[in-house]
């Protein structure tokens, strides 16, 4: 085997300008492959790190839903989430809804997103500064309080101790029909899932169902944390019994929803991945095939002194090999850089949350482009090994000495 490798690594190196050439080639259509292979489950994979981050391991929607993809509540939200409360190994069932709603301050009205929760402390958001919304047990009178994002505070000017507006309704005119009611800012936190340009702000649930005219006891989604990991899968089997309106999803079971809106990546990966492999294996096959027709002298030479036609086959194919190998420093440094901008520009897109990235490299990815493209210089080694094999000696050596 040692000897394959010397023969092997002494040809490559032979002629080392159309090495290089081939290896800067295959660098390239190995760091589309890479990027396809990251981007295949990129946003599954990020999401997966912001939930997580956020660590609700279960997430009750209506039925066949995603969070916030539309009006859509649980109605009796408040005692389903009760009831869970009560089961073993829940550390909290937090019933959230979440809206659009307009915002006025300092004369000026403009659109932000609502999530109101039960009361501060849920973890439905990480405060970044000032306090968070009261407790359960509320205050008697007094403004109400609410928390912000940071892009509220840095585009509109919104400060911990302003007062802010809040109206169901865009035009200043209209407002007296949806009862605006004036808010405390308290503190700016960072909300987990925000789009890029998305202006957030937190209340109290009672707070939103008055300023709405919302029914009691209803929710978008409810938020449950627990104490034992290992009680997830009974627990969600339990929630899905209690109600046949809602789902219950484990972190596992709402990327696989997820997987089911995103295969267009997965078929655009797909298609371009298989083309970066083909044009790998065309390359390859054609430099190998060319040096085993520039070295059938040498081929023959072996085989005189011993060499069988298996050992002759095996050097070509580790030839192939050592291609598609040598070619994987430039193909992840060039993948990577690549990857970079493409998901930048991806996420400029409306409507992404700031968290989330295409491209992901986690270590099956880099198995999985290492594997195919290791595989790929092996399979495209086997048609000039089956060439090299069937070189006739005694005719090759006599016209190598004839010319």
């Given at each position: 085997m040692r000897s394959l490798v010397f023969l092997a690594g002494r040809t490559l190196g032979r002629n080392r300008v159309r090495s290089a050439l081939v290896l800067l080639g295959l660098a390239v259509t190995g760091a589309l492959l890479l990027d396809m292979t990251m981007l295949a489950h990129g946003l599954e994979t990020s999401l997966g790190t912001v939930l997580g981050r956020i660590g609700f391991a279960i997430r009750v929607l209506p039925k066949g839903s995603l969070p916030f993809a539309g009006e859509e509540e649980i109605p009796g939200a408040d005692g389903l989430a009760a009831a869970i409360a009560r089961q073993p190994?829940?550390?909290?069932?937090?019933?959230?809804?979440?809206?659009?709603?307009?915002?006025?301050?300092?004369?000026?009205?403009?659109?932000?997103?609502?999530?109101?929760?039960?009361?501060?402390?849920?973890?439905?958001?990480?405060?970044?500064?000032?306090?968070?919304?009261?407790?359960?047990?509320?205050?008697?009178?007094?403004?109400?309080?609410?928390?912000?994002?940071?892009?509220?505070?840095?585009?509109?000017?919104?400060?911990?101790?302003?007062?802010?507006?809040?109206?169901?309704?865009?035009?200043?005119?209209?407002?007296?029909?949806?009862?605006?009611?004036?808010?405390?800012?308290?503190?700016?936190a960072d909300f987990y899932v925000d789009l890029a340009a998305q202006r957030s702000i937190s209340i109290a649930t009672a707070d939103l169902r008055a300023l709405q005219g919302r029914p009691a006891g209803a929710a978008s989604m409810i938020l449950v944390r627990l104490n034992d990991p290992a009680r997830t899968g009974p627990l969600t089997r339990w929630i899905a019994a209690q109600d046949p309106r809602v789902d219950a999803l484990s972190n596992a079971d709402f990327l696989a929803r997820l997987a089911t809106r995103l295969t267009y990546f997965t078929q655009f990966s797909l298609i371009l991945g298989s083309l970066s492999v083909a044009v790998s294996f065309l390359l390859i096959t054609a430099i190998v095939t060319l040096s085993v027709a520039e070295r059938l002298g040498e081929i023959a030479m072996l085989r005189a002194i011993g060499f069988t036609r298996a050992r002759i086959a095996a050097l070509v194919v580790l030839e192939g090999t050592a291609l598609g190998m040598a070619s994987l420093p430039g193909t992840f440094v060039l993948g990577l850089v690549i990857a970079r901008y493409l998901d930048a520009i991806l996420r400029q897109a409306p409507g992404l949350p700031v968290d989330l990235h295409f491209f992901v490299l986690t270590s099956s990815a880099a198995a999985r482009t290492i594997a195919l493209l290791t595989a790929t210089g092996a399979v495209a080694g086997l048609y000039p090994a089956a060439l090299a094999s069937r070189t006739a000696v005694a005719a090759t050596l006599h016209a190598e000495v004839q010319s």
């Amino acid at each position: 085997m040692r000897s394959l490798v010397f023969l092997a690594g002494r040809t490559l190196g032979r002629n080392r300008v159309r090495s290089a050439l081939v290896l800067l080639g295959l660098a390239v259509t190995g760091a589309l492959l890479l990027d396809m292979t990251m981007l295949a489950h990129g946003l599954e994979t990020s999401l997966g790190t912001v939930l997580g981050r956020i660590g609700f391991a279960i997430r009750v929607l209506p039925k066949g839903s995603l969070p916030f993809a539309g009006e859509e509540e649980i109605p009796g939200a408040d005692g389903l989430a009760a009831a869970i409360a009560r089961q073993p190994g829940v550390a909290a069932a937090v019933p959230v809804a979440a809206t659009n709603i307009y915002v006025e301050h300092g004369g000026t009205r403009f659109p932000s997103f609502v999530l109101a929760v039960p009361h501060g402390g849920t973890g439905g958001y990480a405060l970044l500064e000032g306090k968070d919304l009261p407790g359960a047990s509320r205050p008697a009178g007094g403004m109400p309080a609410a928390v912000i994002n940071p892009i509220m505070a840095r585009r509109d000017g919104v400060r911990v101790g302003d007062t802010v507006v809040l109206s169901a309704v865009p035009a200043r005119g209209l407002a007296p029909l949806a009862a605006p009611r004036a808010f405390r800012v308290t503190g700016i936190a960072d909300f987990y899932v925000d789009l890029a340009a998305q202006r957030s702000i937190s209340i109290a649930t009672a707070d939103l169902r008055a300023l709405q005219g919302r029914p009691a006891g209803a929710a978008s989604m409810i938020l449950v944390r627990l104490n034992d990991p290992a009680r997830t899968g009974p627990l969600t089997r339990w929630i899905a019994a209690q109600d046949p309106r809602v789902d219950a999803l484990s972190n596992a079971d709402f990327l696989a929803r997820l997987a089911t809106r995103l295969t267009y990546f997965t078929q655009f990966s797909l298609i371009l991945g298989s083309l970066s492999v083909a044009v790998s294996f065309l390359l390859i096959t054609a430099i190998v095939t060319l040096s085993v027709a520039e070295r059938l002298g040498e081929i023959a030479m072996l085989r005189a002194i011993g060499f069988t036609r298996a050992r002759i086959a095996a050097l070509v194919v580790l030839e192939g090999t050592a291609l598609g190998m040598a070619s994987l420093p430039g193909t992840f440094v060039l993948g990577l850089v690549i990857a970079r901008y493409l998901d930048a520009i991806l996420r400029q897109a409306p409507g992404l949350p700031v968290d989330l990235h295409f491209f992901v490299l986690t270590s099956s990815a880099a198995a999985r482009t290492i594997a195919l493209l290791t595989a790929t210089g092996a399979v495209a080694g086997l048609y000039p090994a089956a060439l090299a094999s069937r070189t006739a000696v005694a005719a090759t050596l006599h016209a190598e000495v004839q010319s």
